[in-house]
């Protein structure tokens, strides 16, 4: 069975910091380009970051960048989203998903073939 499984959300006060993992099971991730969503409460999902595999690239909305790094590990068939000085309208539901394509890093939604269920991060004193 083809699956993402999100981990690692939670709750966390203005300024921390929190990694998110996305583990995938039944293929092999490498092979993929992966994204990170979220989507906060009363609003649409949106677009953080992507990686593509070989080559490596990266992709960051303009809201996170220089606070969040997207890495993967291929052996352990993970990505990782580490997220650093949190703020409060960083509230969502993360999502990770796959393209079975490496050929491009986009935030596009409709380009992506594989969702896992969602991590809740809280950013709140």
């Known amino acids: 069975q083809l699956q993402l499984v999100e981990s690692g959300g939670g709750l966390v006060q203005p300024g921390g910091s929190l990694r998110l993992s996305c583990a995938a099971s039944g293929f092999t991730l490498g092979y993929s380009a992966i994204g990170w969503f979220r989507q906060a409460p009363g609003k649409e999902r949106e677009g953080v970051s992507c990686i593509t595999n070989s080559p490596r690239t990266t992709y960051y909305v303009d809201s996170v960048k220089g606070r969040f790094t997207i890495s993967r590990d291929n052996a352990k068939n993970t990505v990782y989203l580490q997220m650093n000085s949190l703020r409060p309208e960083d509230t969502a539901v993360y999502y990770c998903?796959?393209?079975?394509?490496?050929?491009?890093?986009?935030?596009?939604?409709?380009?992506?073939?594989?969702w896992g269920q969602g991590t809740q991060v809280t950013v709140s004193s």
């Open positions: 998903a796959a393209r079975w394509t490496n050929s491009a890093c986009t935030l596009r939604e409709a380009a992506y073939d594989l």
